[in-house]
T-cell receptor, first 109, second 114 residues
Framework: LAKTTQPISMDSYEGQEVNITCSHN???????ITWYQQFPSQGPRFIIQGYKTKVTNEVASLFIPADRKSSTLSLPRVSLSDTAVYYC??????????FGKGTRLHILP | ETGVTQTPRHLVMGMTNKKSLKCEQHLGHNAMYWYKQSAKKPLELMFVYSLEERVENNSVPSRFSPECPNSSHLFLHLHTLQPEDSALYLC?????????????FGPGTRLTVT
């Protein structure tokens, strides 16, 4: 099971672009990279998933370099409501979906 | 109701009580999960059900007993819990039991064991 490493916490300001990088050095060929967002006292919410290059949806973009050993979640023009914990997961096939400690993002006014 | 619902949202119980947590998903999914989230700890996967059959039990103490009567409902029966079992218990569902499938979480039950 590929292990991920991401910063414990980050601060940013409203209106800024926030990039959270996740390392997954031993990612396997069939692994996909998935990001979840969790607000206090709520369950995590799926944000985005990708395999390689770039994926974009209405919430975020996910950048994955060619070697796939890392990925970067990009949140454009954050607001106070983006304050949450962001989890990076690497999952293959029927593997268990295991959450790490995530990155606690704090948006300041 | 849409998505994944959980009841109750908050529960306080003594160590000798028996209670049950309920989860219901309205998404037509085939897999359901119980996760535990303690303060300042990662989410811990407890149980996985696929098509009403338990496919995973991650070394969870027997004082936690899951039940999945159909693909839309999942219960977690609790008895003789310990104070360290106090946590947020999250139910989730996915279309199928596959790691790539998106997990849809409920709001959780905040459990306090006194």
């Amino acid at each position: 099971l590929a292990k991920t490493t991401q910063p414990i916490s980050m601060d940013s300001y409203e209106g800024q672009e926030v990039n959270i990088t996740c390392s997954h050095n031993n990612i396997a060929t069939n692994d996909y990279i998935t990001w979840y967002q969790q607000f206090p006292s709520q369950g995590p919410r799926f944000i985005i998933q990708g395999y390689k290059t770039k994926v974009t949806n209405e919430v975020a973009s996910l950048f994955i370099p060619a070697d796939r050993k890392s990925s970067t979640l990009s949140l454009p023009r954050v607001s106070l409501s983006d304050t949450a914990v962001y989890y990076c997961l690497v999952v293959e096939g029927d593997d268990k979906i295991i959450f790490g400690k995530g990155t606690r993002l704090h948006i300041l006014p | 109701e849409t998505g994944v619902t959980q009841t109750p949202r908050h529960l306080v119980m003594g160590m000798t009580n028996k209670k049950s947590l309920k989860c219901e998903q309205h998404l037509g999914h085939n897999a359901m999960y119980w996760y535990k989230q303690s303060a300042k700890k990662p989410l811990e996967l407890m149980f996985v059900y696929s098509l009403e059959e338990r496919v995973e039990n991650n070394s969870v103490p027997s004082r936690f007993s899951p039940e999945c009567p159909n693909s839309s409902h999942l219960f977690l029966h609790l008895h003789t819990l310990q104070p360290e079992d106090s946590a947020l218990y999250l139910c989730a569902s996915s279309q199928d039991r596959a790691g790539r499938e998106d997990l849809f979480f409920g709001p959780g039950t905040r459990l306090t064991v006194t």
